[in-house]
C-alpha cells in the first residue's frame, strides 16, 4: 500500500507545531551539540543551514557555536528550480521568498552552488531508523543535491528534527535523497559509512 505522504505531513507538522517552547529551546541546544559533534564535520567551508518556519526546530544555537573556519549560510531560491546558498549572519538584510520564508537579499545567480557546499543541514517533516527523510514536497532538495545519490562525499547532508517525528517507516521515492546523518535532540542516526546509528 502506497504511503499517504500529504495526510502524514499533516500530523507530524502538528506534532512540532504543539511541543512547547521551552522544550524547543532545550532541543535547539541539544541539536547543535550533536551537529558539532558529527565525525564527518568541516573543519572549512560552507555550511549551510534554514530560516525555522512552522515548528521546525531551530539552528540559531548551531549558528552561533560553528568553529571559526566554518561560514553559515542560508538558501535562496533559484530559477531552475534548485537551491542556491548565501553567507548570512544575524542582521543582514533578508526579503521573502514566494513561500513566506525569509532569505538572504541577494541576487539567486549570485549564492552559492550545492557542489560548493561542506555540509548542509536540512529541514525536515519526518524520518524513520534507517535515515529516510521525509521533507516537505517541494522537492528543492533533492533537485538541490541530486549528484549525491547513490555516492558518499561532500557536501554532507544532515537532516534536522525533533524526536516526535520519527516514524516506524518511510517508503522512499526514487527522487529521494538520504541524508548522511540525522540529528534531533535526543539521538544522531548515521549512515554507513560513518557508521548504522548512534544513539548515545
Request: some cysteine; charged content about 25%; overall charge negative.
Amino acid at each position: 500500500m502506497t504511503q499517504d505522504r500529504a495526510t502524514l505531513r499533516r500530523e507530524l507538522r502538528q506534532r512540532r507545531r504543539e511541543l512547547p517552547a521551552a522544550a524547543r529551546i532545550a532541543a535547539a541546544e541539544s541539536l547543535a551539540q550533536r551537529i558539532l559533534a558529527l565525525p564527518f564535520l568541516p573543519r572549512e567551508g560552507y555550511v549551510a543551514g534554514y530560516w525555522a518556519l512552522d515548528g521546525e526546530i531551530g539552528l540559531h544555537v548551531l549558528q552561533l557555536r560553528l568553529p571559526p573556519g566554518l561560514v553559515y549560510c542560508l538558501p535562496v531560491l533559484h530559477g531552475d528550480d534548485t537551491l542556491r546558498f548565501a553567507p548570512w549572519r544575524a542582521g543582514d538584510p533578508l526579503v521573502t521568498n514566494r513561500y513566506g520564508i525569509p532569505e538572504p537579499d541577494v541576487e539567486p545567480a549570485s549564492g552559492l552552488r550545492a557542489e560548493e557546499l561542506a555540509l548542509a543541514v536540512m529541514p525536515l517533516v519526518g524520518f524513520d531508523a534507517r535515515g529516510q527523510r521525509l521533507g516537505m514536497g517541494g522537492g528543492w532538495y533533492d533537485r538541490s543535491f541530486a549528484f549525491r545519490s547513490g555516492r558518499a562525499a561532500p557536501p554532507w547532508l544532515v537532516g534536522a528534527g525533533f524526536a516526535v517525528q520519527q516514524v516506524p517507516a518511510l517508503e522512499a521515492a526514487a527522487w529521494d535523497i538520504v541524508p548522511d546523518a540525522i540529528c534531533t535532540e535526543d539521538a544522531t542516526l548515521l549512515r554507513a559509512p560513518h557508521r548504522e546509528t548512534d544513539p548515545a
